[in-house]
């Protein structure tokens, strides 16, 4: 049985071969990359909804390339921490190209862990990768407010960066269950910014208490980045929504850079959800 349900009609689905089945009828075609397409018509907001290919293409290159590591191994030491028990349900809600995913899954196996994974994003080219970089992880375009997945499945739930759909995480993490959640630091990128823009400003940093969790923690993840690769620059710049709401003076300050010293630093909020 999938960790998926059916968005039609709410039943589980069942994998045969190519297809999702549920018990109502309905079907989902399964991707030849590997993902399936579990978002109604009625919810799209656009034709193609989330990442785009170019955003999805620098992502994956400047991940690829390592600068992001100290994240995923805060992820990693989290996830051991904090995942009890020897089978473990983990959700990656807007996973995008499945960096963190499979980096999750990965520890967690290492450990000794039988993990059923699950990522849903909006974007059908990041899934692409996600699939691809993680076969044995189901994949869905589907939106992390109307997440196909059943109450209280997941064991651990992981937003990095994506939206934060408080609500449905609720709904869908068991009682005991972690929500793992990654924003960017006050002076992320902060030297980038410094280039882009006249008078930039740091992001808001604050603890938020969400109804049905209790925090554990926040964890801090910083790393000084040195890029002397004009790719990795405009790969970076690619991969944040500063590529498309920055005045075109601050992009050709950037493009004009050969190198670039960076911070890259996240805060990693860590919820426990209560019983009911």
């Not at 039943?11 to 079907?27: D, F, I, K, T």
């Not at 699950?118 to 939106?143: H, I, M, N, Q, Y």
């Not at 823009?197 to 940093?205: G, L």
């Not at 300050?253 to 009911?276: G, N, P």
Request: hydrophobic share 40%.
């Amino acid at each position: 049985m999938s960790l998926f349900l059916c968005p039609i009609c709410g039943a589980p689905l069942l994998r045969e071969g190519g297809v999702y089945r549920c018990a109502g009828g309905h079907s989902y075609d399964v991707a030849r990359e590997g993902y399936v397409h579990l978002l109604p018509a009625n919810r799209k907001h656009s034709r193609q909804p989330g990442d785009d290919r170019d955003m999805v293409a620098a992502r994956s290159r400047f991940l690829g390339g390592g600068w992001y590591r100290h994240l995923l191994d805060a992820l990693q030491e989290l996830a051991l921490r904090y995942a009890g028990g020897k089978e473990i349900v983990f959700l990656d809600a807007g996973c995008g190209e499945g960096y963190y995913t499979a980096g999750v899954v990965e520890a967690l196996e290492a450990a000794g862990r039988t993990v059923r994974s699950a990522g849903v994003d909006l974007s059908k080219f990041a899934l692409k990768k996600a699939a691809r970089r993680s076969p044995e992880t189901e994949f869905a375009v589907a939106s992390v407010y109307h997440l196909p997945i059943a109450d209280a499945a997941a064991d651990l739930l992981l937003d990095c960066f994506a939206p934060l759909a408080a609500e449905e995480y609720r709904r869908v993490v068991k009682p005991g269950g972690v929500f793992l959640y990654v924003v960017p630091a006050p002076h992320h990128l902060m030297e980038m910014k410094n280039v882009l823009y006249e008078a930039p400003y740091e992001n808001p940093d604050q603890q938020v208490a969400y109804e049905g969790f209790s925090y554990l923690e926040v964890i801090p993840a910083e790393r000084t980045l040195r890029l002397e690769d004009s790719q990795a620059i405009r790969d970076l710049l690619g991969m944040t929504p500063y590529a498309w709401k920055t005045p075109q003076a601050g992009l050709e300050r950037l493009a004009a850079l050969e190198a670039l010293t960076v911070t890259a630093a996240f805060r990693i909020h860590v919820f426990r959800r209560e019983a009911d």
